[in-house]
């Protein structure tokens, strides 16, 4: 039974390489397209005003009824706390979402296209009680929201 | 990456697809310390996220480590159909990757 336990080998190894070059194959390709790239100054500014500058490049932030920040008044576990942005407002190139008193205030930044509604829901950590922030840029201008949160174990031990 | 790390649910209503995506991620901040050594845990979270629906780029998102431990997104998607495909990709801070796709249900 020689020639079929070679042919099996051959084959066996035929399959490896045909994996390996597939990985490789979709490595070199994997840019397919461009990524808004990922703000760090933003993220790591430690004050909420910080991370809107780097974040936006401007603290001229009007507040708007149109955005509601959906959350529990309380949250019992600050690990996980359920947050939704709803923006009433056209042509939303970006949403953000903020926690006041977090170390780093930055969650998250939404860059939704066409098709994708002015709606996201994200969990979030909160270290303690807080104001959560969300700033929606549509058509060129900065709106913002806040709601409190009372948080009862705090979500960064 | 066999292991599910990632979990979609793409579901058509009313003209508008609801997803949920799950992913399965420590979202380290870096800022906690080890009990037992007193030395600092590395940062290791997720600063990437993007969907694309039919391969055509739908939304981009930035993590930071305020974002919960095994991070949960919920967008609403107009001009889906069942069967079209959604692909979600991550990156984190160490450079490392990963990709799921799923069909609108």
């Given at each position: 039974m020689t020639p079929n336990t070679k042919r099996r080998d051959f084959l066996k190894v035929a399959l490896i390489m045909g994996l390996a070059g597939s990985t490789f194959a979709t490595g070199l390709f994997a840019p397919r397209y461009v990524l808004a790239g990922w703000n760090r100054k933003a993220f790591e500014s430690k004050h909420v005003n910080d991370a809107l500058k780097n974040g936006?490049?401007?603290?001229d932030i009007v507040m708007s009824d149109n955005i509601n920040i959906e959350a529990p008044?309380?949250?019992?576990n600050g690990a996980i706390v359920p947050v939704s942005v709803v923006a009433?407002?056209?042509?939303?190139e970006a949403i953000a979402l903020l926690s006041?008193?977090?170390?780093?205030?930055?969650?998250a930044i939404f860059h939704p296209r066409?098709?994708?509604?002015?709606k996201m829901s994200v969990r979030i950590k909160m270290g303690q009680s807080g104001d959560v922030i969300a700033i929606v840029k549509s058509e060129g201008k900065l709106y913002m929201a806040r709601r409190s949160i009372k948080v009862t174990a705090g979500g960064c031990a | 990456m066999s292991k599910k790390n990632i979990k979609i649910r793409a579901r058509l209503k009313n003209g508008v697809t609801n997803v949920k995506t799950l992913i399965s991620h420590p979202?380290?901040?870096?800022?906690?310390?080890?009990?037992?050594?007193?030395?600092t845990i590395p940062a290791h979270f997720i600063q990437e996220v993007n969907c694309l629906h039919n391969g055509e780029l739908k939304l981009s998102t930035e993590l930071g480590i305020s974002v919960s431990r095994n991070p949960y997104l919920q967008f609403e998607l107009e001009g889906g159909a069942k069967g079209d495909t959604l692909e979600l990709t991550w990156r984190d801070n160490w450079g490392k990757t990963d990709t799921a796709t799923a069909q609108i249900k």
């Open positions: 936006f490049g401007s603290l008044d309380i949250a019992a009433k407002l056209s042509a939303v006041e008193k977090n170390p780093r205030p930055l969650g066409a098709g994708i509604r002015p | 979202m380290e901040t870096g800022l906690r310390k080890d009990k037992k050594s007193g030395r």
